[in-house]
């Protein structure tokens, strides 16, 4: 039985980067589930989809490697959104062996529904932080940084 009376002792785990921002991630990505009420996306299609909307005829080697997953991850992240009319994959006339994808209309006319979603998700989590705005700007810095994500001006 787990006692609410006694401290939890988390050891060093809670000074781990990789664990804290796993946690984070589950909780973001449970909140987006919620969010995404009815549009029946993963949140890799979803980084997919947005990716691949914002640099147009990119391959699909590409796009695993600047979304963080695998190319045969990549494969079936977009057989589904394929599946589904929001991507198709186009054949290079330079080069035959390279597909690169592109977002459809029907890919484009949900995006705003996402993008919709995912500042909601932002909001509760930083709702459920209770984090300062500053703080919340402060920790998104870092983590680009810490991500090589860093915006370009």
């Known amino acids: 039985m787990v006692s609410f009376f006694n401290p939890t002792n988390y050891s060093y785990l809670t000074s781990l980067i990789g664990h804290m921002s796993g946690l984070s991630h589950l909780r973001a990505t449970q909140l987006f589930t919620e969010e995404l009420n009815g549009l029946e996306l993963t949140p890799k299609q979803v980084i997919a989809l947005e990716f691949i909307a914002n640099n147009p005829t990119v391959s699909q080697k590409e796009i695993a490697a600047h979304i963080g997953t695998t190319p045969t991850v990549m494969v079936g992240v977009l057989d589904a959104l394929a599946k589904r009319g929001l991507v198709e994959r186009v054949r290079s006339a330079e080069d035959r062996r390279r597909h690169s994808v592109a977002v459809t209309p029907a890919g484009h006319d949900i ?43």
């Open 111 to 153: 995006l705003p529904k996402i993008e919709t979603a995912a500042k909601a998700v932002e909001t509760r989590l930083m709702a459920e932080s209770n984090l300062t705005s500053a703080e919340w700007d402060q920790l998104i810095v870092l983590m680009q940084k810490l991500t090589n994500r860093e915006e370009k001006l």
